[in-house]
């Protein structure tokens, strides 16, 4: 249940990126994407469960990324926009492991897949 996170690059302050998150063999259902800068922890910035309303933002990016998916082609899709030098780090999406129930808040999260391979951000001028 590796998931692929792609759409990193080099960015100049202010702009935006578009990172996707795909997954083959199985349909995604509940996805947090994290960061990791360099020597710092890996923290979750964002999560979808399996309805629209069921979204997380952490509070420092609130504003600027929005999380989203799209079913027909099994990805979720994470938008940054406003960019900023400290949002620089490596993204990685997971698929999180959740309660059974009625939708319950993606960030109440009890467990993790393995982590997959991660994409690159870079914001510099």
């Known amino acids: 249940v590796q998931l692929q996170a792609s759409g990193g690059g080099l960015v100049q302050p202010g702009g935006s990126l578009r990172l996707s998150c795909t997954a083959s063999?199985?349909?995604?259902?509940?996805v947090g994407w994290f960061r990791q800068a360099p020597g710092k922890a890996r923290l979750m910035v964002s999560c979808i469960g399996s309805t629209d309303a069921n979204r997380y933002y952490g509070d420092s990016v609130k504003a600027r990324f929005t999380i989203s998916r799209d079913n027909d082609k099994n990805t979720v899709y994470l938008q940054i926009d406003d960019l900023k030098p400290e949002d620089t780090a490596v993204y990685y999406c997971?698929?999180?492991?959740?309660?059974?129930?009625?939708?319950?808040?993606?960030?109440?999260?009890?467990?993790?897949?393995?982590w997959g391979k991660g994409t690159q951000v870079t914001v510099s001028s």
């Open positions: 997971v698929t999180l492991k959740v309660v059974a129930g009625q939708d319950p808040p993606c960030a109440h999260y009890y467990g993790m897949g393995p």
């Open positions: 063999g199985f349909s995604l259902d509940y």
